[in-house]
């Protein structure tokens, strides 16, 4: 019977968060779990929340909608909508690299070997361009609102 090593994860947390000689798409990779996380924790304190305060009453809901009207929430918001657009477009990048529409055609394992990054290079750029397009949209958006 064979024996079988597990190999010890020495790097733990930071492993997960350091992405050490990793290219700009392992950044986005990490980005792009965190801004998940995010999202789920946001939309379960905002139904929670939303519930809550709409079973107690209108003065309730009244005055938690006027709290909500000040600086800070105005940038938690802006934050939340910031992690969406990232979260939807880059999620929308990883599935045409994984249905293999931003790979091209592969080539023969011939050295000096060629890797798949330079092909999806550019459509990691122009997602950052669209991403921080549209960021701008919003914030000039929530800055005309009133901040």
Known sequence: MAEIRHRKNSLGITGWAWAGKYKLERYL???????????????????TATT??????????TATMDLLHNLWFKVGEFLVVTAFVFHALNGLRLVLQE????????????????????????????MIVLIILL????FYDFNVGGW
Do not use: C, N, S
């Open 29 to 47: 990779y990490l980005l792009h779990r965190l801004t998940g996380l995010g999202l789920m924790l946001f939309a379960m304190m905002h139904l």
């Open 99 to 126: 249905l293999g529409f931003a790979l091209g055609k592969p080539v023969p394992p011939i050295y000096p070997y060629q890797d798949a990054i330079r092909k999806k290079r550019p459509l990691t750029i122009a």
């Open 135 to 138: 960021v701008i949209v919003f």
């Open 52 to 61: 809550v305060f709409r079973i107690q009453g209108q003065e309730i809901w």
